[in-house]
């Protein structure tokens, strides 16, 4: 009898074990890395971006106009150096006028270390959805997502248009968690096969009725233009359509799932510096328009920025943008607090970069500062 139980217990655990080592890339990673950590570009495979001889170097102001002070949120008024500090920044950026009022770094880094954008990679995809659009590789944003994935027009897909997905009302269920192992966002981060994860995925409501911050409409988002550019890696798109016309002061990469025929993770994971964020703030501060050429559409650039409540959308979010104000100030996030704020009014663009968000209402920060100038 013991002979016999112990006999199903080894069939049993072999079995167990084949089904962790099937499984076993994701969940290893996610135990190993998990949660996101300011150290993830070093963590997964990537597709490099090059710049060029030719760079674009913003003013400095060595007597910068900047708050001296600011308060801890417990009464107390802080330099604003030490609040930056206490609020476990690594990066900050201030810009008017072309010219850094502001620049410090802190926990040992400086204007050479990368640091993952995480969503911030999203308006980023937005950016290259609209050059996309302007090089006729997308002809709308009315278009169903199924003329570029027509696998998924069996499962109901072909009522979700390209708009949707920028404007994250497109109803595809999708768990941002991720603090569940096999949860989707999880798979989307950890995982080896984003196609195969796309393949997947399900419908719970009907389009353009409601919107929920997912991040699986960004990485269709990537898949759809992964598809338009036929052939083309949309890390070999960014580097033609931005990183060369920008200046980009330095290299960068986008991690992907895989080596092997990789897809860019859209969603997130654009791995850059300070200053060449700030840069892609520029971009659209002046609506597109980079020392006298378009780089991408005016209509563009004010379509994914303005404030709209119309088919489920939100008047905070538009086009993979957040829109902080009523006062045309709008801004790319991501979820360590990783900022790239723009305030067109002011001139103004605010990069901030961290290990975490600390206990800073940046979203009020940044207003608050945009004000003072």
Not at 151 to 167: A, M, N, P, R, V
Not at 220 to 229: F, I, K, N, Q
Not at 254 to 281: H, M, Q, V
Request: charged fraction near 25%; glycine fraction near 6%.
């Amino acid at each position: 009898m013991l002979t016999v139980n112990k006999q199903l217990w080894t069939k049993l655990l072999i079995f167990f074990l084949i089904v962790i080592t099937i499984n076993s890339c994701q969940l290893v990673r996610f135990v190993f890395y998990n949660f996101a950590d300011i150290n993830d570009h070093k963590k997964f495979q990537s597709r490099s971006l090059k710049n060029d001889s030719l760079k674009y170097y913003f003013y400095a102001n060595e007597k910068g106009k900047f708050p001296k002070k600011l308060n801890d949120g417990k009464n107390n008024e802080v330099t604003f150096d030490k609040y930056l500090e206490d609020n476990n920044t690594v990066a900050f950026l201030i810009i008017q006028n072309d010219t850094i009022q502001y620049e410090k770094y802190f926990k040992g880094y400086d204007k050479e270390r990368i640091v993952p954008s995480f969503s911030m990679a999203k308006s980023v995809t937005s950016i290259l959805i609209g050059c996309a659009i302007d090089d006729g590789f997308i002809h709308s944003v009315n278009e169903p997502i199924t003329v570029y994935i027509p696998e998924l027009t069996k499962s109901g897909f072909e009522k979700i248009t390209i708009k949707h997905l920028l404007q994250m009302t497109s109803g595809i269920k999708f768990n941002e968690s991720y603090i569940n192992p096999f949860g989707d966002a999880a798979s989307f981060y950890y995982g080896l096969n984003l196609r195969k994860e796309i393949s997947k995925m399900k419908i719970k409501t009907e389009p353009g009725k409601e919107f929920e911050y997912v991040s699986g409409n960004t990485q269709l988002l990537g898949l759809v233009l992964e598809r338009s550019l036929k052939g083309k890696t949309i890390s070999e798109y960014l580097q033609q359509k931005i990183w060369i016309p920008l200046g980009m002061e330095y290299d960068a990469s986008w991690s992907i799932d895989r080596n092997k025929n990789g897809l860019e993770k859209t969603f997130c994971c654009l791995n850059a510096r300070a200053r060449d964020f700030a840069k892609i703030g520029r971009l659209y501060l002046n609506k597109g328009n980079w020392n006298g050429k378009q780089i991408v559409a005016k209509n563009w650039v004010e379509q994914s920025t303005k404030a709209e409540n119309k088919n489920g959308s939100v008047q905070y979010y538009q086009y993979q943008w957040w829109l902080p104000s009523a006062n045309g100030d709008f801004m790319a996030e991501g979820i360590l607090g990783q900022f790239v704020y723009v305030n067109p009014s002011k001139k103004l663009i605010i990069v901030r970069l961290g290990k975490n968000e600390g206990s800073a209402d940046w979203w009020n920060i940044f207003t608050t500062l945009a004000s003072a100038y």
